[in-house]
């Protein structure tokens, strides 16, 4: 052997007698464990049910691993709204197809490792976890205020959309392009998304595909903005599981009565809006909602055409 050839050493990337926690292991119990007694570490099985991101039993840890599988469900650890409040570096263990579908897992945690893998490629991973290579998370508290998502890249939308919501007592958030508002999306969990059909990037429609194909997020209620009144893309939208519609242009209280539905705790300065009323949205005419139900929710102009809004 060469005298240079540097011979792989566990005891080299994790200090002795470090204390990983095991989460929902089961599963890869024997592909963790082994390389966690080569470099002679303290481990635990964490029973998932009873112990949850956050609690104070994990301080003791200097890392934990999550196994992720398919048809997890049932416990904290797999609900990012609760995942984020973790002070522990984390690590996601699983199947590539169980993990790409927990898109908004991987955002609260700090690496993730593909199953199977390599005794050798767990030592690296868990050292840069607890050697602060990487940037460790700080627990993220739910927001004392509900959290709105705007994803829309029309500007006098955007400022428009602005001002309403300061009418309500919302944290609100905005996005100019697909890309971003579905990375937001999964950061922020936010209360309800309003998320224009026609974004650059990636479709309106194809971010509402990406949070309902997604465990963590599908329970966002999504609004969809669009100027389109086609039937069939109502329908695709309800389809793909958004909440409602709101068809550009809108008027002040067709918005804020969208709105209520989906903040029902939050007050807000009603106005009346008549077709002459600067609160009606630049261009538009006077709307009235004619109709509402479960599934669709659209606002059509008195003279049943509606202008496009400016790009």
Request: net charge negative.
């Amino acid at each position: 052997m060469d005298g240079n050839t540097h011979v792989f050493s566990p005891l080299e990337y994790v200090a002795p007698h470090s204390r990983v926690g095991l989460v929902a292991c089961a599963a890869l119990d024997v592909a963790l464990t082994d390389p966690l007694h080569q470099i002679q570490a303290s481990f635990a099985r964490i029973d998932a049910t009873t112990i949850g991101p956050g609690d104070r039993e994990l301080e003791h840890y200097h890392a934990l691993i999550l196994q992720v599988e398919d048809g997890c469900a049932g416990s904290n650890w797999f609900r990012p709204e609760i995942l984020r409040t973790n002070t522990r570096p984390l690590l996601l263990a699983g199947e590539p197809d169980a993990i790409f579908c927990r898109a908004s897992l991987q955002v609260h945690a700090d690496d993730i490792i593909f199953a199977p893998f390599a005794a050798n490629e767990l030592i690296v991973r868990l050292s840069r976890l607890m050697s602060g290579t990487r940037h460790g998370r700080h627990a993220v508290a739910r927001p004392a205020r509900w959290c709105v998502l705007v994803a829309d890249d029309d500007r006098d939308i955007v400022t428009y959309l602005d001002c309403v919501l300061q009418t309500f007592d919302v944290d609100v958030h905005f996005a100019s392009n697909g890309v971003a508002a579905l990375a937001a999306a999964r950061r922020l969990l936010p209360d309800l998304v309003l998320l224009d059909i026609g974004m650059p990037a990636l479709s309106g429609m194809d971010v509402l595909r990406c949070l309902k194909n997604d465990p963590g997020t599908r329970d966002i209620p999504a609004l969809l903005l669009t100027a389109s009144s086609d039937p069939l893309d109502v329908a695709k939208g309800v389809e793909l599981g958004a909440a409602g519609y709101i068809l550009k242009p809108f008027g002040y209280i067709a918005l804020i009565q969208k709105l209520k539905i989906f903040l029902p705790d939050h007050n807000f300065s009603a106005r009346t809006t008549t077709a002459g009323d600067s609160t009606l949205f630049p261009g538009a005419q006077e709307a009235r909602e004619i109709r509402t139900d479960v599934r669709v929710m659209a606002v059509k102009s008195s003279n049943g055409r509606l202008p496009r809004v400016r790009p």
